[in-house]
């Protein structure tokens, strides 16, 4: 009994292998605006992004643009290492003041890479994102514990509801996350983080509402989903300091496309 079930989870994706298949679909995110371009021979104005592409340059632009679209599928695995990653640690703030110390580190990088300059509000780092998530599980959790049955559902559920909101709107008015005026990376990891979260208990019901919620967003995050539905639990990686080695992972890709970007 016991045999068919590790082999099972052997075929599976641990974690280590969703966070290198989110790795490859990052680094298609940052080759979208800078390697591709290179390669092609295309030249992107910062301010308008794709749209300075001339119609004589179509194919190139679709190469592009599908080369962007494909990266939105790191959306709901990274959105889920994160919850695995809260369900596991042993400090939750410690784990935010982790993440906000890469996204402060890749801030500049990412603006040289998306927009040719050192600092451009038009679109946060999507690291925010997993930060602004984090912070709302967080505190979500502290209203479950803070505020007990003495203090009633109806308030509980509006202290929820305004943490969730304000989450929402953090994204949203900061674009944590926006690709190509379209995708609100930020604020779409946290609905996938809230889904991941709360129904956990409920496999087939999480899955499905993620892919939902997925494909309401231009589809392709629900094909994100479904490498989610193959993982089998396991971590898939025995020493402790390989998770450093991802943390470090999209500064480095970050600053390789800037090299691509002043070129």
Known sequence: MNQPNRSRASRGLTSFRLKVIGAVFMALSIASTTLMPAI????????????????????????????????????????????????????????????????????VPYDLATSGKAFDMSSQNPVWGLVIALIVLVLLDWTATRFGR????AARLLICLAIVLAGIMWNLLMNVGLRQH?????????????IFRYLAARENTMMITAGLLGAMMLIVPAVGVMFLHWRNGEAGYARPWTKWVFYALYPIMLLVGCVFTVL
């Not at 992004?49 to 990274?78: H, K, N, Q, R």
């Not at 889920?80 to 982790?98: I, K, N, P």
């Open 182 to 194: 379209v995708m609100y990376a930020g604020a779409l990891t946290l609905g996938f983080a809230l």
């Open 40 to 107: 092609l021979g295309v030249s992107l104005d910062p301010g308008a992004g794709m749209a300075s592409i001339s119609s004589a340059d179509m194919v190139s632009l679709t190469e592009i643009v599908l080369c962007e679209i494909i990266s939105w599928c790191a959306v709901p695995i990274y959105a889920w290492l994160l919850v695995d990653g809260y369900r596991h640690t042993r400090g939750a703030w410690a784990y935010v003041g982790r993440l906000a110390a890469l996204a402060v580190v890749c801030e």
């Open 150 to 153: 003495a203090t009633g559902a």
